[in-house]
């Protein structure tokens, strides 16, 4: 069954670092793009980044780029969050979630609706 796992999540202060792990099983990660979402408190749930099948193409929200750097390892089925130069409005749950990569751009990739399943979250708080 398929299944994604994040973790690396915890308690940082500003201008701090984590990385966030999205660990998958029961599917063959090749065949996925996979993304990152957030959901800050009281907001609804958005996109920061994603990877193509391959890792050869990315893309990020705008509010991240140039802090955040995203991964993946097939190898080990795991894709990565590298998070840098964090800030307090980064505050949020965070998802990692797949969807099938049948080549090409990564058109709208932060379209909740294209993927097909979903991680169960890890916890990302920032201090000022």
């Known amino acids: 069954q398929l299944q994604l796992v994040e973790s690396g999540g915890g308690l940082v202060q500003l201008g701090g670092s984590l990385r966030l792990s999205c660990a998958t099983s029961?599917?063959?990660?090749?065949?996925?793009?996979i993304g990152w979402f957030l959901q800050a408190p009281g907001k609804e749930r958005e996109g920061v980044s994603c990877?193509?099948?391959?890792?050869?193409?990315?893309n990020y929200a705008d509010s991240v780029k140039g802090r955040f750097t995203i991964s993946r390892d097939n190898a080990k089925n795991t894709v990565y969050l590298q998070m840098n130069s964090l800030k307090p409005e980064d505050t949020a749950v965070y998802y990692c979630?797949?969807?099938?990569?049948?080549?090409?751009?990564?058109?709208?990739?932060?379209?909740?609706?294209?993927?097909?399943?979903w991680g169960q979250g890890t916890q990302v708080t920032v201090s000022s």
């Open positions: 979630a797949a969807k099938v990569d049948i080549g090409g751009p990564l058109t709208q990739w932060w379209s909740q609706s294209q993927y097909i399943r």
């Open positions: 029961g599917f063959t990660l090749g065949y996925n793009a």
């Open positions: 990877i193509s099948r391959s890792g050869d193409k990315t």
